[in-house]
């Protein structure tokens, strides 16, 4: 065997030097086309967008019109707000359901946690659109939550759908599988070991957790976070099918300015607002894996 | 709370606590999908009924419709073109990552994050407005590039990892028997990367085939695919209508995914969301 061989996640230690330049530019050339296409669709739309937003429409120099016009209209502050409130909303509830399930199944072995563990993955398997309808039939005025209610003797129903409660309630339903599945990997990757030793120098469950468990899946959660704060926050069909007219989520009033009101640079410029707030999580969310790849390698 | 956390808590407590969790959960999962099931074989459902009358109507109504038709044409053939060719440039890219050393390697793997790094409404519009400048609006090239933004994710990271996870020593060892790179890679390195590059393939697929915010930017008014459609019938028609069409929508998905079950089960899902 062959010096190189040894480990299969080292790097080649410096082979000889032609051999280094042919992997180099086979390498880059393997990777060219799916980078062209991701130049393409996400790099090149992103930044003629931005040029689009501060040109303006009569001609002449860069100008933050666009911008101006979009924030000085008291409806979009609205939806700016109402968005925000929202995602932080579900990405709380989300993670408050997700995090104990991730623990339980980690933690236990009985038919319950094995029931468990199949069935939070099932939204994973259901496109968003019927899950929204899905949800539209169950808490609707006189859907069946309500029949439920009604059969029960209560007469009174609370509004389940078409405002924010069932956009949140619908963003729970979605995402519990990817949250769980995400903290569960980093769940999976803490060392038993180090958590029976925790139990043999006395420290409780809520101790273990607070001091073991919680630093060793930082990473994780913070990428299960910002993923489901970038996912809510660019959502396009819950809102629009469960959520209300007014105030709407960002992704229902840009699409709106798009198809309906035929004003693409105002549509381009709510976006160009988008990709800024959740910029902010953005740069956490590649921070963290890229941590966790430094890491992994 | 905590004693269900844990295995040394005790027994009956736990047990108490997980079947009290389990019965609600699945009442918040199960509830919606089985209200959405009965709907599509009610013929009318009247209000405080626990039950509907049940009938096939609205599958006669919704099959012969010529829409549904166009969108179901439409959507299998765009759901698979973009899996294929997200396939194509992307297994030889994530073979590169996993095992080749070349410049800028790192951030470019991680340049893939930035479709997810974006709210993707806001991506979708910005792609629009670039189609409508290359004249792609509501054509087949521009509903599949849009399905094809949402499979590249699944079609690098989880066969880098495969291909990270497969020991060097077997692609040595048929080298050093004489095959060539190109041998090496189709009769070893390929068939044990199998597995995980069909969960990439069907996660892929799900991604495309499912798109719908995108493509009713994109794709309307002559170009729309089945969860396009979708938007339609939940908004303007009975419920019964949306129903059946919901199963039909599921179909294609839930048998791939029967199918795949057996890798599915080998833990490459978890594998998958662990990159």
């Given amino acids: ?297 | 709370m905590t004693a269900v956390l844990w295995p040394w808590a005790a027994g009956a407590l736990r047990r108490a606590a997980g079947i009290a969790a389990l019965l609600a959960l699945a009442s918040f999962i199960l509830g919606p999908l089985l209200t959405l099931l009965l709907w599509a074989f009610a013929g009318t459902w009247l209000f405080p009924n626990l039950w509907p009358e049940f009938s096939l109507r609205w599958w006669t109504y919704v099959l012969g419709n010529a829409d549904v038709e166009k969108a179901i044409r439409m959507s299998l053939m765009s759901a698979p073109t973009a899996t294929l060719i997200s396939a194509v440039i992307c297994i030889p890219a994530a073979y590169a990552f996993a095992r080749l050393e070349f410049p800028a390697k790192r951030v470019l793997l991680l340049s893939f994050l930035s479709a997810n790094a974006f709210p993707k409404i806001g991506l979708y519009v910005s792609i629009a407005t670039l189609l409508y400048r290359l004249d792609l609006m509501d054509t087949f090239t521009g509903v599949v590039l849009i399905q094809l933004v949402n499979t590249l994710l699944f079609m690098i990271w989880i066969p880098t990892g495969t291909f990270r996870g497969i020991n060097r020593n077997l692609e040595e060892a048929a080298r050093d028997a004489g095959a060539g790179p190109l041998r090496t890679f189709f009769q070893i390195t390929l068939p044990i990367a199998l597995p995980g590059i069909i969960v990439a393939g069907l996660f892929a697929f799900i991604a495309a085939f499912d798109e719908a915010q995108g493509t009713l930017i994109v794709g309307t008014p002559n170009h729309m695919t089945m969860p396009v459609l979708m938007y339609n019938l939940v908004l303007s028609y009975p419920q019964p209508v949306g129903a059946v069409f919901s199963i039909l929508l599921s179909l294609p998905s839930l048998v791939l995914l029967l199918l795949a079950q057996r890798y599915l089960r080998a833990g490459y899902l978890a594998a998958g969301y662990s990159l």
């Fill in chain 1, 1 to 297: 065997m062959t010096g190189t061989g040894l480990d299969p996640h080292a790097a080649t230690p410096v082979p000889r030097r032609r051999e280094g330049l042919r992997q180099g530019a086979l390498g880059l050339a393997l990777v060219l086309p799916p980078l062209l296409v991701l130049a393409f669709l996400v790099a090149l739309p992103a930044v003629t967008a931005v040029i689009e937003t501060l040109t303006p429409a009569g001609g002449g120099g860069p100008t933050l019109a666009n911008y101006a016009r979009v924030l000085g209209a008291r409806t979009l502050r609205a939806d700016i707000v109402f968005s925000v409130g929202i995602t932080l909303v579900s990405v709380a509830v989300v993670f408050a359901l997700s995090y104990p399930l991730a623990l339980y199944l980690r933690f236990s072995r009985g038919r319950a946690a094995r029931v468990l563990g199949v069935l939070f993955v099932v939204p994973l398997f259901v496109p968003v659109v019927i899950a929204s309808f899905a949800m539209i039939t169950f808490l609707v005025n006189h859907g069946f939550v309500s029949t439920l209610l009604y059969q029960a003797g209560v007469r009174a129903f609370p509004r389940l759908v078409y405002n924010g409660t069932g956009i949140v309630l619908t963003q729970v339903w979605v995402n519990i599988p990817f949250a769980v599945l995400i903290l569960g990997a980093g769940l999976q990757a803490i060392d038993d070991a180090l958590i029976d030793g925790a139990r043999d120098v006395g420290a409780g469950p809520l101790r273990t957790f607070a001091s073991i468990i919680l630093p060793l899946n930082a990473v994780p959660t913070m990428i299960a976070l910002t993923l489901l704060f970038i996912g809510v926050f660019g959502s396009f069909t819950i809102p629009y099918l469960v959520g209300g007219n007014a105030p709407a989520m960002l992704g229902v009033t840009m699409t709106n300015y798009l198809t309906q009101y035929l004003q693409r640079a105002q549509a381009v410029t709510i976006a160009v607002l988008a990709f800024l707030i959740a910029s902010v999580v953005g740069v956490v969310y590649v921070a963290s894996v890229s941590r966790r790849e430094r890491g992994a390698r």
